[in-house]
């Protein structure tokens, strides 16, 4: 390896193969992604590096990612989903090597296709462990763990060729358990005992498409106290980390939030042309009002999907999102609630392509008062069988 030593190549530990178990995971992660079918279908099954964690209509769990980290970090996560009609699942594990952002959504339809009304629930669990809280050590006993509850309902109105509607509404609160209580929640909290946060969200909308072109989503959310509409997204396996700090701020200052309201709208909207080209964007406004205090949120996404077939041997999505600031996006496009997304196949030849993937972050500069971007890149090669 000349002047450099096999210690020195980044991930080389994922190319030692020490034991049968670190084997296997050093197989596993050569693989980007196995995956049968599409989402939505009867069976859809994905393992590996996954960029778009879904459950149910995403009031928990939305378009949550395990490659945050990646390339440098190959993750292997699943997603199994299965609709047997008058029953189904949907389930989540980000990663396999350490089980702790997991779980799943289970509904029924009692009525059966004579009245296909999905009666549904849902639980998360996740145990993030940051090796500090507020610049102080941590023992992982005294690190909580997160348990997000939710349930559901979702009913077909409408089911034509040029136009369906489907009716549904979301009801989530979090909640947490300390196997040993930190001195800081001493008096707060009761060691291993399950405790909810002071709040509530609830969501009811509308979605479906039009003329198999557009594809929309309107949804009208109320929230009690404190609750965050699928935060679980792409940007919480950075955010985790800092979590529970963020809880022991809830814990402890319950009352600066508890009779805290949030009410507004989300809008969401693609259009789909020739089979192969989607544009889409999404609107989130709502009012917080804590006290005598009203604060006007706003957030946005903007994303293209190119299909096969519509550039020979091309294909992919880009994405943009903002996740708050808003009004400020023409003066600051760019900046730290922004996030840019690129994944880019080419066609090598029959079942085989490769995938360049790109994602754009930024971190205010104190000295230069800019926004300094972050880049992660990486390549695949992605094998096609069926």
């Known amino acids: 390896v000349g002047i450099f030593g096999f210690k020195d190549w980044e991930n080389h530990d994922e190319w030692d193969f020490r034991d049968w178990k670190d084997g296997l995971h050093d197989f596993v992660t050569k693989f980007y992604y196995v995956s ?133 509404a979301d009801a989530a609160k979090i909640g947490y358990i300390y196997k040993e209580v930190p001195s800081t929640l001493s008096g707060y909290v009761d060691p291993g005992t399950f405790n909810f946060l002071n709040g509530l969200g609830t969501g009811m909308g509308l979605m479906g498409t039009i003329a198999k072109v557009f594809n929309y989503r309107v949804e009208y959310r109320y929230i009690l106290g404190y609750y965050e509409p699928g935060i679980i997204n792409y940007l919480w396996e950075n955010r985790r980390l800092e979590y529970p700090a963020e809880l022991e701020e809830l814990i402890t200052n319950e009352d600066s939030y508890k009779d805290a309201t949030q009410a507004g709208f989300l809008i969401k909207g693609s259009m789909v042309l020739f089979k192969k080209l989607e544009f889409g964007l999404g609107y989130d406004n709502f009012d917080k009002t804590t006290g005598t205090q009203t604060e006007t949120v706003r957030k946005g996404t903007m994303f293209v999907n190119v299909e096969k077939d519509l550039i020979p041997k091309v294909y992919g999505n880009l994405s943009y999102d903002r996740t708050d600031n808003l009004e400020d996006i023409f003066k600051h496009p760019f900046n730290e609630d922004t996030v840019l997304n690129a994944e880019i196949y080419y066609e090598l030849g029959a079942g085989i392509s490769l995938v360049v993937n790109y994602k754009r972050t930024f971190k205010y500069n104190d000295e230069t008062d800019e926004y300094d971007p972050i880049d992660s890149f990486g390549m695949n090669t992605v094998f096609t069988f069926f």
């Open 36 to 168: 049968w079918g599409t989402f939505g279908d009867p069976v859809y099954f994905k393992i590996g590096s996954i960029d778009n964690f879904f459950l149910g209509h995403g009031f928990i769990v939305d378009n949550y990612s395990n490659m945050v980290y990646f390339p440098e970090e190959v993750t292997v996560g699943m997603q199994l989903n299965i609709d047997a009609g008058a029953a189904g699942f949907e389930t989540m594990v980000a990663d396999f090597s350490r089980l702790q952002l997991f779980g799943g959504r289970f509904f029924i339809r009692p009525a059966g296709k004579s009245f296909p009304l999905a009666i549904g629930v849902t639980g998360i669990h996740d145990k993030p462990e940051p090796a500090t809280i507020n610049g102080n050590p941590t023992e992982t006993d005294q690190l909580p763990r997160l348990i997000f509850t939710g349930a559901d309902l979702d009913l077909p109105i409408l089911r034509l060729k040029v136009f369906s509607m489907k009716l549904y």
